[in-house]
């Protein structure tokens, strides 16, 4: 939900098709015989130029850019719902919670962990052409479209794992939530907790923000040279709050229940369930799961959490897991963080003061914990939230540049400029 990723609806002038990047996206929508509505032509007019300007700047071959280009126009550019610069605010239309402006695509560059070449990616909220409307007010219809679609077009997909989360998160007992609203059911908890002293995350962490989003699961993609690799996002709010149960309890039961998972295959799981539980972890607030749609002995869990602290010593005890997480490299890559960290947001405070209050839903810090099966202990990192702490784009570019020369990295650091001032 980055500043620099969110996608900007005003950018026709600055990238023009005179330039050379735009050569495959041009070739791709030059092959469309018809589409399927005018919002699928407009989301690959807009995103799809701004993907097309990112894949050239990453140095991916014409091939690559073309076979990307053409996946996100036949398959995801039909299932982002109506474009909403058709229709001005259109207040009906569905507001997604992948970006703070209600965007539903993000778009991202992944420097990896080398001085190589890197990687782009993007996530998607699938939303339907009525998604809010009467027809279809929970966005329910797009799922199973967007699914063929990718069962059609990645040959490699694996779905063990996606139809049993799928099922899990789809739980038929909160199809008895439509009886009231969103808004009612906030209300009658707020009422609730007001009545009865309730505080803070807690066990009915799913109540407390049902009102302020209604997605319920993402997908990303993972652009290389050869292929295209697809992640799903599970939200558990609803099925917590079906069950009673928090957000946290109920990513831990999905994980526990999935194929190929035992006791004594997720150790790494139980090293963060430790964590999680201690006092000063309380208040974390946990949002979605991630998995790969590959073999599951090779898929990553991924579960995102949010801490509303901001000083980077507690970046530092979630990081490493109240301490216990001490790989080696640890120390080095603290160090490396705090320098990135420094240079985006442009402090030079002591480690224990937070950075300007912002007052948002997703202000904060956003993290993740990974790990596979079988794995010991799960690896954590953070999400630096550029949009609401660093002072401008110019900003954060900066800072970038600034961290890589200092750690003689950033062969890409040009193009990646370049990209990002046709962009914004």
Excluded at 225 to 241: D, G, H, N, S, W
Aim: proline share 4%; charged share 20%; net charge negative.
């Amino acid at each position: 939900m980055g500043r620099t990723h969110t996608i900007v609806q005003s950018q026709n002038a600055a990238l023009d098709a005179s330039y050379n990047e735009l050569s495959s996206w041009k070739q791709v929508g030059s092959n469309i015989p018809h589409v399927e509505h005018e919002h699928q032509r407009l989301w690959y007019h807009h995103v799809g130029k701004a993907l097309g300007v990112l894949l050239y700047s990453a140095d991916y071959s014409p091939e690559a850019q073309r076979r990307s280009l053409d996946f996100f126009k036949q398959i995801i550019a039909p299932n982002l719902g109506v474009f909403r610069a058709v229709t001005g605010a259109y207040k009906n239309s569905w507001q997604s919670f992948m970006t703070d402006d209600g965007t539903p695509v993000e778009l991202s560059w992944d420097w990896g962990t080398s001085d190589s070449r890197p990687t782009i990616r993007y996530s998607i909220e699938p939303i339907g052409l009525q998604a809010g409307t009467s027809i279809d007010p929970r966005n329910l219809l797009v799922g199973p479209v967007l699914q063929d679609g990718l069962n059609h077009s990645l040959l490699d997909i694996r779905l063990e794992w996606f139809d049993y989360f799928k099922d899990y998160f789809n739980d038929k007992e909160k199809d008895k939530l439509p009886e009231r609203s969103p808004s009612v059911i906030y209300q009658w908890y707020n009422f609730v907790k007001s009545f009865f002293g309730v505080q803070g995350n807690g066990e009915h962490g799913a109540l407390r923000d049902i009102d302020d989003h209604s997605s319920s699961i993402f997908y990303a993609f993972d652009l290389t040279e050869t292929e295209i690799t697809a992640k799903v996002y599970y939200f558990p709010k609803y099925r917590a709050l079906s069950s009673g149960k928090s957000n946290l309890e109920v990513l831990v039961e999905s994980m526990k229940g999935a194929p190929r998972c035992t006791e004594d295959n997720l150790q790494a799981l139980s090293v963060f369930s430790d964590f999680s539980n201690d006092a000063a972890s309380k208040e974390l607030e946990y949002e979605m799961l991630a998995i790969d749609l590959i073999d599951p002995l090779k898929s990553r869990f991924k579960i995102y959490f949010r801490s509303r602290e901001t000083s980077f010593a507690s970046l530092i005890n979630i990081i490493t897991l109240g301490g216990r997480i001490k790989s080696p490299n640890m120390q080095q890559g603290l160090e490396d963080l705090q320098s990135l960290w420094n240079a985006i947001f442009e402090v030079e405070s002591p480690s224990t003061d937070p950075l300007k209050e912002v007052n948002h839903r997703t202000a904060g810090m956003l993290y993740n914990v990974e790990f596979r099966v079988g794995d010991q202990f799960p690896v954590a990192k953070v999400y630096l939230p550029v949009r609401h702490y660093s002072s401008s784009d110019s900003a954060v570019i900066r800072g970038l540049d600034t961290y890589f020369k200092s750690h003689h990295k950033g062969s890409y650091m040009a193009a990646y400029s370049r990209a990002m001032n046709a962009l914004l």
